[in-house]
């Protein structure tokens, strides 16, 4: 086959349409499960500014280092979004979310971009659903964020994943255990691998989440930031840890989970899929009690996840769960002749409007040809139309599944294919 002139950037691809409705199963069903934990939806657009992006995520981070997708126009600066959490909070403070009353609980679903190397499970335009809720300081806000994620993953049938859970404390217990770990790892420093390296004095606590083998060994004797939580911290933690017990969301404790974001505060945690391979993490997310203030706002707590939906679509080819009820069509009117093509036409129109999915041939094809398409389209019956039935107002009405095909007038359709549905549902 000669290569496409045209593709797609690197790491970015079309969702074809098989592909397509397993997405849109997805996003109904994220939609209709977040009505139903009482969140709102809210869309933003793709582009933020730069600054907002850097300063919500932090510097040094590796999204904001090395993976954003930048440009300028005139003076601007922006950025593709390569999270959700950053912008809805500007949106939050911008158009003064706080004064609609109460606590701010909004899920999103959207595409995000990152300038990652691509690999199965990492892309560089990927989706995510997401949710945050803003003006809660309480630990049943974090447990609510971890049970919507956790009851996503099970309504889907996704039910093999850890969850990590971690505390990083408040910005002041992070900073006496920087300096521990620094502690710890100084006297290795030249044995640390280069990027760890160049962290030791950045960004540390980031040495923790190193891939490197060279690193491992120094990693796993660190001392743990738990150790170093004040009580206030210490508390939140707790209740977070008994909420979850008292709901029967089992967590795996994880002293050196550390996320990529500068935004987090207290609690820290990720779904794991051992589904997955390298790409292991279906979803993370946790608290981030300054980022509203640090973004304008008044000091507002907050807390929410993100789940990556291309990760979760591979868990379910991994694990077989098919996500899409097989495509149909009840009826494929198939004619023969200009005048039953015109007949065929006005009938789809009034088969329609009373919720029967209907299609008939665009190319004047063969009889022949049409009942093989109604074949594929996987059409649950075929009504077969020419001269002779139009003049006698009878049609051949063909039940795909059974081969069994009966005479209906028009009129009798709409039963026929009813009762039948009644029948198999
Ligand atoms: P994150 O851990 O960076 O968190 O991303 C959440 C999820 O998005 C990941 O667990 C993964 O499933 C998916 N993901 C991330 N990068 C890629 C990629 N390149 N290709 C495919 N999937 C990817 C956040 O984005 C935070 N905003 C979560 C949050 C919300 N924290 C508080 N509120």
């Given at each position: 086959m000669a290569q496409a002139k045209y593709t797609t950037h690197h790491g970015m691809v079309d969702i074809l349409p098989d592909e397509a409705v397993k997405w849109r199963f997805l996003e109904e069903l994220i939609h209709r499960e977040a009505a139903l934990f009482n969140f709102e939806e809210i869309r933003t657009p793709v582009m933020e500014q730069t600054e907002l992006i850097v300063r919500g995520l932090g510097q040094l981070t590796d999204i904001v280092s090395k993976e954003i997708f930048s440009f300028s126009r005139g003076e601007d600066n922006y950025v593709l979004?390569?999270?959700?959490t950053a912008p809805v909070v500007r949106s939050y403070v911008e158009h003064r979310?706080?004064?609609?009353?109460?606590?701010q609980k909004l899920y999103y679903i959207g595409p995000m971009f990152r300038a990652e190397r691509p690999q199965k499970g990492r892309q560089r335009q990927f989706h995510q659903f997401g949710l945050e809720i803003i003006g809660s300081s309480d630990p049943v806000a974090d447990v609510e964020v971890i049970a919507f994620m956790i009851h996503i993953y099970r309504k889907i049938g996704i039910t093999n994943t850890v969850l990590k859970l971690n505390s990083i404390g408040d910005p002041a217990c992070r900073e006496r255990y920087k300096e521990a770990l620094k502690e710890h790892l100084r006297p290795n420093l030249e044995k640390l691998s280069d990027v760890s390296k160049v962290r030791f004095?950045?960004?540390?606590?980031r040495i923790l989440d190193s891939k490197e083998e060279e690193d491992q060994p120094f990693i796993q004797n660190a001392p743990v930031i738990t150790g170093y939580l004040s009580e206030a911290s210490e508390l939140h933690y707790s209740r977070v840890k008994e909420l979850l017990t008292d709901l029967q969301i089992p967590f795996s404790e994880d002293p050196y989970l550390v996320r990529g974001?500068?935004?987090?505060?207290?609690t820290a945690f990720e779904l794991i899929s051992p589904?997955?391979?390298?790409?292991?993490?279906?979803a993370g997310g946790g608290r981030y009690d300054l980022l509203v203030e640090e973004i304008g706002g008044q000091p507002t707590p907050a807390v929410g996840f993100a789940a990556g939906m291309e990760r979760l679509l591979i868990a379910c080819d991994e694990l077989g769960i098919?996500?899409?009820p097989e495509k149909q069509v009840d009826i494929y009117i198939v004619t023969l002749g200009e005048r039953a093509r015109k007949w065929g036409l006005s009938k789809l129109q009034y088969l329609r409007e009373k919720g029967i999915s209907a299609t008939m041939d665009y190319?004047?094809?063969s009889m022949k040809a049409q009942m093989k398409d109604a074949n594929r389209e996987g059409a649950r019956y075929a009504l077969l139309v020419g001269e002779n039935e139009l003049n006698e107002g009878m049609f051949t009405l063909r039940n795909m599944a059974e081969s069994t095909e009966k005479g209906v007038a028009f009129d009798q359709i709409l039963n026929e294919i009813s009762c039948s549905s009644r029948a198999s549902s």
């Open positions: 979004r390569p999270e959700l979310l706080d004064q609609r009353g109460g606590t004095e950045k960004n540390p606590l974001m500068d935004y987090y505060t207290q589904d997955l391979g390298a790409q292991d993490a279906l098919i996500l899409t190319s004047g094809r």
